[in-house]
């Protein structure tokens, strides 16, 4: 499942995290982590509502372009 955030606003972005986490509770195989880009997207109540659900987040390291997906997708 791919979270797309349109745009850095915190209230956006933390009702989208609110919103994938009551799709993620559904689910029969539970989510435990969320591996993420350093996009400045990605506000902090977005990981603070995440981790309060027990899953943990790990950013890409730093510098690391073959780390994110969106770049192996597009060779592809």
């Known amino acids: 499942m791919k979270v797309q955030v349109d745009g850095p606003d915190d209230v956006f972005g933390t009702q989208q995290a609110q919103n994938n986490r009551m799709e993620l509770a559904d689910r029969a195989t539970p ?38 997906a969106e770049r192996f997708v597009g060779t592809v």
Do not use: D, H, K, Q
């Not at 350093?38 to 780390?67: K, Q, Y």
């Open 31 to 68: 989510v435990t982590l969320l591996i993420r880009g350093r996009n400045t997207t990605f506000v902090s109540s977005f990981g603070a509502v995440l981790a309060a659900e027990g899953i943990r987040i790990i950013n890409i390291p730093v510098r690391t372009p073959w780390a994110n």
